[in-house]
């Protein structure tokens, strides 16, 4: 769902729920109370998206033109290339320290002893060689992994679990995807996978940001 989208849900929602409950006072119509109240709700929704040095009166005049059907300065399909442009600027400038963090790195680990870097950007220490089969992208494996940030914090661990993890090796992530394609059973490596081979730009649950490397303990115990 792009944000127009979302925006015109959110103006319908609140034409729904305040038409039949709310009015702005004795001294104003329905109508100018219901236009008030969307326009509040909208400003909010601009907010949340992170919107928040528009230019007043040109979005009045987008609204305005819209709902008149007057001549469109800039057409929709043009107007959700031009927000979503921004958006993905606005949010790759909101993150930048964690692409100079990965950067900095991986430039400085990929000169430590006993790390290798494949043509992808991905980082791997051997800790202990395997000497069983290497599994394929569809094979079903099972593995204990601690997975950290950067600064070493642990956002998943099926160590600590106690559990080993099962699952197809073109189920995970990119990063994963490729280093368990190249792993004897048997193995445990240490890898560094760059934010582009792992979520990206959209990150994942409350500890892993936009833009975030991953640095993962893999044990690869066997193949399914």
Do not use: C
């Amino acid at each position: 769902m792009n944000f127009l989208t979302t925006a015109k849900t959110a103006m319908l929602t609140g034409i729904i729920l305040l038409s039949s409950t709310w009015s702005f006072g004795q001294n104003n119509n329905l109508m100018d109370s219901l236009s008030y109240s969307v326009g509040l709700i909208l400003a909010q929704n601009l907010k949340q998206q992170g919107l928040t040095e528009l230019d007043g009166e040109s979005l009045k005049q987008g609204i305005v033109d819209l709902l008149e059907e007057n001549e469109l300065k800039v057409d929709l399909t043009q107007a959700n290339q031009i927000l979503q442009e921004h958006m993905a600027k606005q949010n790759l400038s909101k993150w930048e320290k964690n692409i100079r963090a990965e950067q900095e790195f991986l430039a400085e680990n990929k000169n430590r002893e006993g790390v290798k870097e494949l043509p992808s950007g991905i980082q791997y220490k051997v800790i202990t060689e395997g000497d069983g089969p290497i599994p394929s992208a569809t094979d079903q494996i099972s593995a204990h992994y601690h997975g950290m940030l950067i600064d070493g914090r642990v956002f998943d661990s099926s160590v600590n679990r106690g559990q080993p993890a099962t699952f197809p090796v073109n189920g995970v992530i990119q990063g994963w995807q490729e280093v368990l394609q190249l792993m004897p059973v048997g193995s445990k490596w240490k890898v560094f996978i760059p934010s582009a081979l792992a979520y990206g730009e959209r990150g994942a649950g409350d500890m892993i940001d936009p833009y975030s490397m991953l640095i993962f303990e893999i044990e690869l115990l066997e193949i399914k």
